[in-house]
């Protein structure tokens, strides 16, 4: 998915994919998991989460439920109804939205 992004800015763009049935994939799938307390809006949707990349700036997360990708700032740490922080993008503005954060953030 990120391949045109990685060939246009080469090592400098801050994601990368993961592939294939990567062990640390599934080491981001169980943080998120453990973060998600009961009261936290996306508690019942993390569990069918995929993790897809993850941001080398930060502790950023992409996700994916199959139609709609998540960015999820993971805390390390006991999560609550107000962390880890989140926004949701359409499958369509993915691609622009990390092009822009690799731009401009």
Same mark, same amino acid.
């Given at each position: 998915?990120?391949? &045109?992004? *990685? +060939?246009?800015?080469?090592?400098?763009? $801050?994601?990368?994919?993961?592939?294939?049935? !990567?062990? *640390? &994939?599934?080491?981001?799938?169980?943080?998120? *998991?453990?973060?998600?307390?009961? +009261?936290? $809006?996306?508690? +019942? &949707?993390?569990?069918?989460?995929?993790?897809?990349? &993850?941001? +080398? *700036? !930060?502790?950023?997360v992409l996700f994916w439920d199959g139609v709609d990708y998540y960015i999820v700032h993971l805390t390390w740490g006991k999560g609550n109804a107000h962390f880890p922080i989140y926004k949701i993008i359409h499958q369509n503005d993915i691609i622009e939205y990390l092009e822009n954060d690799y731009l401009y953030g």
């Open positions: 998915m990120l391949e &045109k992004l *990685r +060939e246009k800015y080469g090592e400098d763009f $801050s994601w990368y994919e993961f592939t294939g049935n !990567n062990l *640390r &994939k599934q080491i981001f799938e169980n943080r998120l *998991r453990t973060e998600l307390t009961p +009261e936290h $809006s996306l508690f +019942e &949707k993390g569990k069918d989460l995929v993790a897809v990349a &993850k941001s +080398e *700036r !930060n502790d950023d």
